[in-house]
């Protein structure tokens, strides 16, 4: 058939008819049709298209298709008169056994008029009318007063329209399956409402709580805007659902302690997350990866070292695990192989091991997470991909498709994103068009996910980017909402795009580190600190001599006491104390004015930590070159001059850590960082430049007074020679 469970439209067969269509508490629109005729393949997208529009209104009135050319339904088709196709009818609630439907013309495509059409039809009830489906006429001055007599009433919203207008009966269907709220529709041509409310626009909604009517603020006057500002409205909940509990209390009940972010942000820990748990638990469910699977495998890590937007060491890793997998000769692979693969961290290298969910936590346990890192994930490697001069098209939609298809543990998800690739992934002909497919599948994903059992009711599932987020990707055309998709590429190119990406709670990338950070990590950033000021210094891929080696960076960030400072001086084999009191060493910032945020570090310590680093360092090497495995070192992470990240992250970085920055700095330019220090204070070149000069300039002068004198004074015992 041309549809599937998935499009939100119900499939008849001789098997449900009379279950479906007699009786039904709510009216139905049934699109006969034959999967052969070339009509009904067209018309297919606009009934999907209106399905997933009216998706609020099923409790009043639904969707239903049958495919007459399936030979077990040609007999239900016969019993219904159908004799061209596609053949819409409509079938009031209620309906008895002998009915054969009314007549539901089709002449158009357009979804906003087929529904309009659905609504006149749902008026047209005269006995049973959908008991799901609040009264659409119009309301007069006496009702609206009863209405708020009554005390049931928490929140009233008023459309004001034009006898001729649908807008208010849309609004009034799509809140119809959320409670706290009540919604109705005033023509113009009530003048006591419309002058005691002074209202002047046509559609406009005035909204009715704590006693006061105030005008509903949105961006355009139409139905969508309407309808998404005030199912949002705090206290408006959907029917039969929890009320969305308080933040506060919420942290008591998830496993972990709640992780305060910006909702408006993606989180680098979430990629993270998601890269360990794609790669260390869904695929382990796989011990052995075979042709297929390893061709699935081998797609998906190679998007993922090409275009993941991640910090240096994980891209490295994954770059490494990716050649790894280039060069296998063997059709099928042992899982447990490409594991020591992963697992294999060195200092430059590594893949956190755990997830830590910030922007994708949800309110309980089992919500969120996982997929919602995938998605993101997906997002931001298409982003990536567009800004790479040498990708192509379909290069990570066809990865993350066959990643799905393959390994993705919800299968019935997975089913369901294959059904939305076949029908036009192969279409995608630039690196923009897939960043903006991805987007409008999840929106659909979004709009058939919105009210399950699986949305958490803290973050619902809505159209994305909302009016708030990008006021630009919406617009209006014929009085509808329209998606401004230059604008809506444009959001999200920066959105998804590395330089937006925080950094907030990240795991440190020490591989010995990586496991029981955790703790400390949280409470650090739960008291509000930043782990953004962990810096990755660069040099070349291997290190070839001591003096590349010195542009190793040390990576520490602003810690609470006790917490990571503790562990970074732990990984330095320095007690904390030590550490503690290098960190309050003096800083001569200030003396004079510098360059903005320029901040000296004290060298000695900067050097003696170093130092102490380096032979740490080498001595696990000749333990390694004696046959150990490398051990784990210290956070120093060279970093490539390809890595730079864009100018905007690294004054971020150096904003939140100056002194850090100053070291990072050394890394890429060799500058600003002090290059002789005394009595613990460190000196710029400039300063000890500016001394010379000085020293120079007053040796002359002297040498100049002493030469004048020494003259004048010659001059003084001729005269005196003289008679
Ligand atoms: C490929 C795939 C298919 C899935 N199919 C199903 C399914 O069939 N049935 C099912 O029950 N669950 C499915 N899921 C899971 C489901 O889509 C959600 O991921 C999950 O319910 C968690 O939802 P969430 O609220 O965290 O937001 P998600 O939908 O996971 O979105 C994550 C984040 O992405 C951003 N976002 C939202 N929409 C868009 C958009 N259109 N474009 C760009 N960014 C956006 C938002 O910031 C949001 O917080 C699927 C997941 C994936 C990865």
């Known amino acids: 058939g041309l549809y599937s469970q998935s499009d939100q439209i119900v499939l008849l067969n001789p098997d449900n008819v009379e279950s479906v269509l007699f009786n039904s508490s709510a009216a139905l629109v049934v699109e006969f049709y034959a999967s052969w005729c070339g009509h009904c393949v067209a018309f297919s997208p606009v009934w999907k298209n209106l399905a997933m529009d009216t998706k609020e209104w099923k409790p009043a009135v639904d969707l239903v298709a049958i495919d007459c050319a399936a030979e077990e339904n040609r007999k239900t088709c016969v019993h219904f008169g159908i004799r061209g196709y596609p053949t819409v009818k409509f079938f009031h609630a209620y309906s ?101 409310m002074a209202v002047t626009d046509f559609p406009s909604c005035y909204l009715y709580q704590g006693g006061n009517f105030s005008r509903l603020n949105v961006p355009f006057e139409a139905r969508t805007f309407y309808s998404y500002a005030l199912q949002r409205l705090p206290r408006v909940v959907r029917t039969s659902r929890p009320k969305p509990v308080a933040l506060d209390l919420i942290r008591n009940v998830t496993e972990h302690p709640w992780r305060e972010f910006n909702r408006t ?30 061709t699935a495998l081998k797609r998906y890590v190679s998007v993922l070292a090409k275009y993941f937007p991640g910090r240096p060491v994980v891209r490295n890793l994954l770059q490494t695990a990716n050649a790894w997998l280039n060069g296998l000769q063997d059709s099928e692979l042992q899982y447990n192989s490409f594991l020591e693969v992963l ?11 755990g997830e830590r969910w910030v922007g994708c936590q949800g309110s309980q346990p089992h919500f969120r997470k996982y997929p919602c890192s995938m998605w993101t994930l997906f997002h931001a490697l298409t982003v990536a991909a567009n800004s790479a001069s040498d990708s192509r098209p379909q290069e990570v939609l066809q990865a993350m498709r066959i990643y799905v298809k393959k390994f993705f543990g919800c299968h019935e998800c997975a089913s369901h994103f294959e ?19 991805l987007w409008s599948r999840h929106n659909r994903v979004n709009n058939r996910l919105a009210g399950d059992l699986s949305e958490d009711p803290n973050f619902p599932k809505i159209q994305w980017p909302p009016p708030e987020l990008c006021p630009k990707c919406h617009g209006i055309d014929n009085g509808e909402h329209s998606w ?21 709670y990240l795991q440190d990338v020490r591989p010995q580190e990586a496991g029981r950070a955790q703790g400390t990590e949280d409470r650090a950033a739960q008291a509000g600190h930043d782990t953004r000021g962990r810096m990755e210094a660069k040099e070349g891929d291997e290190p070839t001599s001591e003096v590349e080696e010195d542009k190793e960076v040390l990576v520490v960030g602003e810690q609470e006491p006790g917490g990571r400072e503790g562990e970074e001086a732990a990984a330095l084999e320095l007690p904390p104390s030590q550490e503690k009191e290098w960190e309050r060493r003096p800083s001569i910032v200030g003396l004079r004015p510098r360059e903005p945020q320029e901040d000296i570090v004290d060298l000695d310590s900067f050097v003696s930590r170093l130092y102490q680093a380096k032979d740490l360092r080498s001595s696990r090497r000749k333990r390694a070159l004696r046959g150990h495995r490398p051990a784990p070192e210290v956070a120093l992470l060279p970093v490539e001059p390809d890595d730079l990240p864009g100018e905007q992250r690294r004054l971020q970085k150096r904003g939140l850590t100056g002194r850090y920055a100053e070291l990072e700095g050394e890394g890429r330019q060799g500058a600003r960082r002090p290059w002789i220090s005394v009595l613990a204070l460190g000196f710029s070149r400039l300063d000890v430049s500016l001394c010379a000069l000085l020293y ?28």
């Open 696 to 723: 120079v300039l007053s040796s002359l002068c002297l040498l100049a007074m002493y030469r004048c004198s020494k003259g004048r004074g010659r001059l003084y015992r001729a005269k005196l020679a003289l008679p």
């Open 484 to 504: 401004q998709e230059p604008e809506v590429l444009s959001f999200l190119m920066d959105y998804y795009s590395y330089s937006k990406i925080l950094d907030n």
């Open 419 to 437: 059904g939305m690739a076949q029908e036009s992934m192969n279409q995608v002909k630039t690196q923009s068009e897939a960043v903006l497919w």
């Open 96 to 196: 008895e056994k002998d009915s054969t439907g009314a007549s539901f013309p089709v002449h158009t495509q357009d979804v906003s008029h087929l529904r309009r059409q659905m609504i006149s039809m749902i008026e047209k009830h005269k006995e049973h009318w959908p008991p799901a489906c609040p009264p659409l006429e119009a309301a007069s001055k006496a009702e609206i007063d009863s209405l708020l007599e009554s005390s049931g009433v928490e929140l009233l919203a008023l459309v004001f329209e034009t006898a001729s207008s649908y807008v208010g009966r849309e609004v009034i269907l799509d809140l119809l399956q959320f409670d706290n709220i009540t919604v109705r529709r005033v023509l113009n041509t009530e003048d006591e409402l419309v002058s005691k």
């Open 343 to 353: 697992n294999n961290a060195t200092e430059d290298a590594v893949l956190p091991h």
């Open 265 to 294: 942000n993606v989180y680098m820990s979430d990629l993270e997350s998601a890269l360990h748990f794609s790669l260390r638990v869904e695929l382990a469910s796989h011990a052995t990866i075979n042709k297929g699977a390893l």
